[in-house]
């Protein structure tokens, strides 16, 4: 990128002290670095330098820490005298005084932090270079030149920290000659790598409902240890540009921080903080596996805090829902607090602001604040009296303005850079009851108001959100400074999108009002009501989550194939076999006597220990069974192992049965089969088949009702599509009503689970009665995720 012609002057100004041409134009491209160093320059009284204190000028206007900004041109009289005369050094003063802050220090305990005034001989460096090399000889005879020279300046530099560098590497250089003497073409030559061998393999015995592979590793490190201690909350980490040149930096004082502390004891304090406008989702168990994991990984606290600002949204029955699934999700809140409980100091702090001169009452309609934003103008009520101001806003609180004549906002910058610094709506009048508050406020904080003071008046050590809220951070921390209030560690993570479905509350609400669904707890849903409901656990949940980790990364479409893996491999260890048959064709045994009843052992479990009668239940074989009907059909073939007329299939736990005669109907319908069974079991056939027989002569097998479900919607993204609602898959949903199922199965309840097996997992449904058991599929038994690997 070139320099324009009015860039001259401060181009000079840089390649003066020493600079090169390449470094001084690039910092003119920054407009920050452009005016820190500047200010740098100017602090330091110098019309010119060599290029080693230039360069330390440069470092110094790059990376002084922005809480110390009052300590700048001490450091910076250390650089031009010399008596910091090495990046180490400066390196060393800048960590001193990030540790420092705005606060008072003794210069002896600078210097002494920094090495001012320690000089290292080349006599001590040479000695010290020599007794490092010895320490590494054999590494050194083997690698030769290929060292890692870095390496070895590192450990004489740890010995050393305030010797010169260019020194050291220059010792370094001469006596690995001295050793090695010159360099060969070997030397030069890049080390061939090992090739790792390949693990062997283990072969496994296939079982019937086998599970596929673990896929590619996913996160297994410990995810909260990005997140600073408490304590350290001292620092910068958000700047606030205005239009007119000033930053503000955000940063805690000693005094707030101390306080801070000394109310949560140095613990860590987060927040899940939930608007209670609709079911939780998927998303909102990352948000919890976060804020109640950090938590409980360092042995602090987590709020449940109702969002709860806009009352024409939220409603009795969300909050209980929310309270409810966070405890079946496994967490127990420290406290659960709504913003609402905050309304009288949200208020008070208000009325301050207009005080200050930061907050004033505006009359444009939402046409035209939006208008002035977009041009970027100031509303023309912006400037009145603060006495104005406040008049204006009591006479909001007593309801004595009408809804949409008045709001209050926030006197930020609209002409900044960032469009959620242009003076955002603080309070609105809304004369609705409040579904916590009740009838007592008529004006109701914004989220933008309200959030950021919670958290502070809370004590909240770590503030996590989504990265769509990383655009505010910098109203976040204006308002926590114009109010000097303690400022929580702000982190934004991405946030978490799955394929074939929506996860927008608008969406979703838009679903279940207009009846797409059967309410915010369908299977079909990702809402956590709804995987519950389906019969996923919140441990499979969390095994998902955790294998996607904490990240900043975009927010990339996560499979739901990936899910569903998670939700498999708990089901395949925690559900027990069981056998149904969704659509029954009747097979008549007819070499059994027909009041025979024989009672077979079928296995819970495929490993079932066959001393443990637990692990078995009973199942009765009689002259009538049912199979699936795809399990039949008129034309063998080699690739096929169902029943086949003159074909033999063995019945699991039972016998080995061979179809002797086909029974049509009208039309050619196949009515019924004939077979007869070998109770010797000396046939062998290929195909197993599950199977549900009369439990006694002429009595119909125990009838249950089965949901078979698919993705919601055809398209990975519908969120995207204009018409997404056009994109609902219309066979998402498929009901049985008559499916056949074993007799012990009648005991089931609602939240069971089972592998029916060769057909999936299923989950006892809450729908259900003592006279009509119903089923949801959780998942089918075929795995596509840790075949196609981790996407």
Known sequence: MGVEDGD????????????????????????????????????????????????????????????????????????????IKNPAQLDAALSF???????????????????????????????????????????????????????????????????????????????????????????????????????AKVEEQAKSDAVASVPAVEEEANPYSIFPEPAENYKVHTEIFFSNGDIWRAHNTKENLERHLKFTGGKVFTRFPPEPNGYLHIGHAKAMFINFGLA???????????????????????????????????????????TSDYFQELYDLAVKLISKGLAYVDHQTPEEVKEYREKQMNSPWRDRPIAESLKLFEDMRRGLIDEGKATLRLKQDMQSDNKNMYDLIAYRIKFTPHPHAGDKWCIYPSYDFSHCIVDSLENITHSLCTLEFEIRRPSYYWLLLALDLYQPYVWEYSRLNISNTVMSKRKLNRLVTEKWVDGWDDPRLMTLAG?????????????????????????????????????????????????????????????????SVIDLDAKKWPDAPSDDSSSYYKVPFTNVVYIEQSDFRLKDSKDYYGLAPGKSVLLRYAFPIKCTEVIYGNNDTILEIHAEYDPSKKTKPKGVLHWVAQPSPGVEPLKVEVRLFEKLFISENPGELEDWLADLNPHSKEVIPEAYAVPSLASAVAGDKFQFE????????????????????????????????NK
């Open 8 to 83: 001259s002057k401060p181009l000079d100004l840089f390649l003066s002290i020493g600079l090169d041409k390449r470094t001084a134009e690039n910092a003119l491209v920054n407009q920050k670095v452009t005016s820190n160093l500047t200010a740098v320059i100017k602090e330091a009284g110098i019309d010119g330098c060599n290029k080693t204190i230039g360069n330390l000028l440069y470092m110094v206007a790059t990376k002084h820490p922005a809480n110390a900004l009052i300590h700048r041109p001490t450091v910076v009289q250390y650089v031009v005298s010399s008596k």
């Open 296 to 338: 409980k990984e360092r042995g602090g606290c987590c709020y449940l805090r109702y969002d709860d600002t806009n009352p024409e949204a939220e409603k009795r029955e969300y909050i209980e829902h929310i309270q409810e699934i966070v405890q079946w999700m496994g967490w127990q809140p420290f406290k659960v607090t709504h």
């Open 531 to 595: 995987l519950r409901r389906r019969g996923v656990s919140s441990t499979a949940i969390y095994s998902f989550i955790r294998g996607i980790g904490i990240t900043r990364s975009d927010n990339s479409m996560i499979r739901v194939d990936r899910l569903e893996y998670h939700i498999r491999e708990e089901l395949n260890k925690t559900a027990s076999r069981t056998m149904v048959v969704l659509h029954p064709l009747k097979v008549v045994i007819t070499n059994l006597d027909s009041g």
């Open 758 to 789: 060769r057909m999936g997992y299923f989950a006892v449904d809450p729908d259900s009665t003592p006279g009509k058991l119903v089923f949801n599929r959780t998942i089918p038994l075929r795995d596509s995720y840790s075949k196609v690997g």
């Open 97 to 199: 005084l990030g540790t420092v802050g705005p606060e008072t220090f003794k210069l002896s305990d600078f210097e002494e932090a920094c090495g001012v005034g320690v000089e290292v001989s080349i006599e001590e460096i040479q000695s010290t270079v020599t007794a490092v090399l010895e320490e590494n000889m054999n590494a050194i005879l083997e690698q030769r030149y290929r060292i890692n020279v870095g390496n070895l300046c590192g450990q004489v530099r740890k010995l050393h920290p305030w010797s010169d560098a260019k020194i050291v590497k220059e010792v370094i250089d001469e006596k690995l000659h001295g050793i090695l003497g010159e360099r060969t073409a070997d030397d030069d030559k890049k080390p061939v790598k090992k090739k790792k061998e390949k693990p």
